[in-house]
């Protein structure tokens, strides 16, 4: 029997690290390394809806392994030795119910 077992991705943060002299805040990137992320690809008629609500090809769906606390709405993300930008909002599940070790998912689409 074979364990699934997601990879390392690297999830960048908007950090707030001051102000300008025009008094607007000034951000910074914050790396963070998550563990055991699950990466698939996404199905063709997935691909087509995407396209269809928002514009954008999605390209693979992230699995987001439970008890993660990071905000993953409009992040940009890091994996295969490319960047990515997230679509949408999580879609979560109950925790509890789900007996594998991600209870959430997410699109992502290329981004340089």
């Known amino acids: 029997m074979t364990i699934l077992k997601g990879i390392e991705i690297v999830l960048v943060d908007k950090v707030e690290n001051g102000v300008d002299e025009f008094n607007h805040p000034i951000f910074v990137d914050k790396e963070i390394v998550v563990k055991n992320v699950l990466v698939a690809p996404?199905?063709?008629?997935?691909?087509?809806?995407?396209?269809?609500?928002?514009g954008k090809k999605a390209e693979y769906q992230l699995g987001i392994p439970k008890g993660d606390k990071n905000t993953w709405e409009n992040r940009e993300v890091a994996f295969f030795g490319?960047?990515?930008?997230?679509?949408?909002?999580?879609?979560?599940?109950?925790?509890s119910m789900i007996p594998?070790?991600?209870n959430r998912k997410i699109m992502v689409e290329r981004y340089e």
Do not use: A, C, F, H
Not at 45 to 54: A, Y
Not at 85 to 95: D, L, N, S, V
């Open 100 to 102: 594998l070790s991600w």
């Open 82 to 95: 490319k960047k990515w930008r997230t679509i949408g909002i999580p879609q979560e599940g109950i925790e």
């Open 42 to 54: 996404v199905k063709t008629e997935d691909v087509l809806n995407i396209v269809n609500l928002t």
